[in-house]
């Protein structure tokens, strides 16, 4: 005699798991400054899941991002170098990739503030005060003074292309005078004067 068998089976779906992600701790990235080289600027990358490789890489030359590749959790710094710029302000873009997943664009942004300083120093044994105010594009305008016996005030125009600086100071009833000098310190210009009496004169501000 048979026996018939009754066998039940019981199938059990095993719930996949999501792929680990790469994430960036912002979208955008400004440096500003006047004068001066801004500071670095930090991203910190994570993951959802386990470890993740990725990459960066960057479309300027005025930007660097250190290190370019590496594993989650880890640290990006970003350094901008407007030296390299011709004036204005500047973009860029930092893209992460990883295997898989789409890329993360970072934008980066530099930017040179509308700022007024003033200015002082020491030409010829004469004192100079400036008060200049430097827009987004690089450009300076302001206002002067020679400090003498029969003080001598004067207006100043001029450009701002990190780190070098050229101004032209006009009063009337004077040649113009010509300032070419450069950046050697976050809140110090020095270079030299000619026009209206001064020959080459160096002169140091500071503000």
């Known amino acids: 005699m048979k026996r018939l068998l009754a066998m039940t089976f019981f199938l059990v779906g095993c719930q996949g798991t999501e792929p680990a992600t790469l994430v960036v701790s912002a979208d955008s990235v ?4 006047f004068g001066s080289v801004p500071g670095p600027r930090d991203l910190a990358l994570s993951s959802t899941g386990a470890s993740v490789a990725w990459a ?8 660097s991002v250190t290190p370019t590749s590496g594993g989650t959790p880890a640290s990006v710094v970003l350094l901008a170098h407007p030296d390299s710029l011709a004036g204005g302000p500047a973009s860029a873009t930092v893209t992460f990739l990883t295997n898989g997943s789409p890329a ?7 930017d040179v503030p509308s700022t007024q300083a003033t200015w002082t120093g020491i030409v010829a044994s004469l004192g100079v005060s ?3 105010i430097e827009t987004s594009s690089g450009v300076i305008s302001g206002t002067g003074v020679f400090i003498s016996v029969q003080a001598t ?12 600086v050229r101004m ?12 070419d000098g450069a ?24 503000h």
Request: avoid cysteine.
């Open 183 to 206: 950046f050697v310190g976050e809140r110090q210009l020095a270079g030299v004067m000619n026009g209206s009496g001064f020959t080459g004169d160096a002169v140091s501000l500071d």
């Open 30 to 33: 400004v440096f500003s400054g």
């Open 168 to 179: 032209v100071m006009t009063a009337p009833g004077f040649m113009p005078v010509f300032f």
């Open 56 to 63: 960066a890489s960057d479309d300027a030359t005025w930007l």
């Open 153 to 164: 005030p004067f207006n100043v125009t001029g450009t701002h292309h990190h780190p070098v």
């Open 130 to 132: 400036m008060t200049l």
């Open 104 to 110: 993360i664009p970072v934008a980066v942004r530099m």
